[in-house]
């Protein structure tokens, strides 16, 4: 692999500020968000090569804002890279859900009418199977949610997608992955915006 790969999560939202689970629901970015985005972005410049990188971002307003408030060029928008779909839980805590399921989370629980594990696994093993070809000819950055981006750094690393649960992400933190001799690597880990 010629150049790394980056995970910019997107910057906080009402939601995820009160801890509510946001998978489908289109919400905008607070004003701390968005100046999230903006300090992510300038720490971002300063860890990337030279040249310029392909951008591939979920279709939620909330990432895409996030982008472009990072001084990102989207080259491609995919429902690839949309959160974990929550289901019956969007849009509630985890303390909520433990009222009716205790020990409930979203890694070692069901979630009902949402994605399983699995199938989450599946989507972040597509997403990165298809960056592989571009990391070849350049620097990546995809931008999307919290935890999908953690189960993308668990595939990335050859571990289960609820292996995730090890792996903090912040609002608007950034994760660089790479490989050493073709042996996956995680080099930096929720570098938080300056």
Known sequence: M??????????????????????????????????????????????LPEGTPAVLSSPRQRALKTAEL???????VTEE???????DYEGITTE????????WTVWSHPVPNGETAEQVSARADRVLIRIRELLADRPVVLVGHGHFSRVLVARWLDLAATDGVRFA?????????GDERGVPQLRHLNIPPQ
């Not at 801890?19 to 100046?35: M, S, Y």
């Open 2 to 47: 010629a150049h790394p790969l980056f995970l910019l999560r997107h910057g906080q939202t009402e939601w995820s500020a009160q801890g509510k689970h946001t998978g489908r629901t289109d919400l905008p970015l607070t004003d701390t968000g968005r100046e999230q985005a903006r300090s992510a972005g300038r720490t971002l410049a300063g860890w």
């Open 70 to 76: 990072a001084g990102l060029t989207v080259s491609e």
């Open 81 to 87: 890279l949309a959160e974990w779909d929550y289901g």
């Open 96 to 103: 909520e859900i433990r009222e009716t399921v205790p020990g």
């Open 169 to 177: 992400l912040e609002a608007a933190g950034l994760t660089e992955l």
